[in-house]
């Protein structure tokens, strides 16, 4: 039987993954609860009904048994339609819905987590956590709940254990949408920290501040410096297809 607290039902399919050799790490509004102790601030909290999870796509055959052994309902045409890149299943006794992307995160930008899969414990690391949540373009209110939380309790470092800056500089430099969608992303909540009050304010403020700083100080690429010519007269990103969840309703 699966677990009703969503947490516990995510850290369940985790756990049994590990138990075969398949690592499967948490990201999304879970992750964001586990990892950040604001998440709980009853001016950040947030209801988080369904699990979002990426694993390696060399495990699929092994991520699929552990999904059936724990008997979550598969959406099957989905999933043989995207076999290899990402899966949907379904508690239908919780009305829950698992999401699982095979080593790359695609939605409005794509990002490659295969080696960040490898690191942290049952979450994908902060800063991965953070860039999922940064490449949102028509964001909502719990994607901004995330990113204020996030930078709440994590400080924009070089070291491991923070908000890597430099790994997010590194990857905005070669990448102009990307750059441009984590900046105008960064400008928002910029915009919403005004609305905090005291010390939290300045902590937003500040951090975000230190990291639009290295992105901008980073040195663009040659691809870049060529798609910053043509700005937004083109579109930089994609708007994900709505996939429905017709088998909740």
Known sequence: MTPANALEAATQIIDMAERKG?????FGGLASKKLCPSASDPRYFRENKDIDLIGKREDSK???????????KPRELFNKLN????????????RRRVDLFLDEFIMCH???????ILAGTHTLPITQ?????????????KEYKDLVVAFKDFDVTTEPGGIRGDEIADLCSKDWGVYTTFWKSLEAVLA????????????????????TGMME?????????????????????????????????
Do not use: H
């Open 110 to 116: 794509k990002f490659n987590f295969e080696e960040s």
């Open 22 to 26: 398949v690592r499967l790490r948490l």
């Open 129 to 141: 956590l953070l860039m999922t949540k940064l490449q949102v373009v028509e964001k909502t209110e």
């Open 83 to 94: 076999m290899g890149q990402r899966l949907i299943y379904y508690d239908m006794g919780n």
């Open 192 to 211: 919403m920290a005004g609305e905090l009050a005291g010390e939290d304010k300045e902590l937003l403020e500040s951090r975000i501040r230190k990291l």
């Open 217 to 249: 100080r980073c040195p663009k690429s040659f691809g870049w410096r060529m798609r910053a010519r043509i700005g937004e007269r083109s579109r930089w990103y994609d708007l994900p297809d709505s996939d429905g969840d017709a088998m909740l309703k």
């Open 62 to 72: 092994e991520i699929v048994k552990t999904m059936e052994t724990l008997g979550y």
